[in-house]
């Protein structure tokens, strides 16, 4: 799901890994095995505001969806 859009996919662990995830001394190759893409059913994708390309924004707003098209009450502006 996220290919389209990037490159790189963050690791989304299965809660039952965390702890194999978390142990400093888990061998290297069974870590590797954990890397790979989440279940596109566990994704959600959506439009995004340009509230998120600022740094100085660090909250949840970041990620709500975003709709530019203006209210249908919206007035118009000349």
Do not use: Q, S, Y
């Not at 859009?5 to 995830?21: F, K, S």
């Amino acid at each position: 799901m996220l290919k389209p859009l990037h490159e790189r996919m963050p690791v989304i662990l299965d809660e039952t890994n965390w702890d194999l995830w978390l142990d400093p001394a888990a061998p290297l190759p069974v870590l590797e095995g954990l890397l790979k893409p989440a279940p596109d059913a566990l994704l959600e994708a959506h439009p995004v505001g340009p509230r998120v390309n600022n740094v100085r924004n660090d909250d949840e707003a970041c990620a709500a969806p975003f709709d530019d098209a203006p209210p249908d009450d919206a007035p118009t502006l000349f």
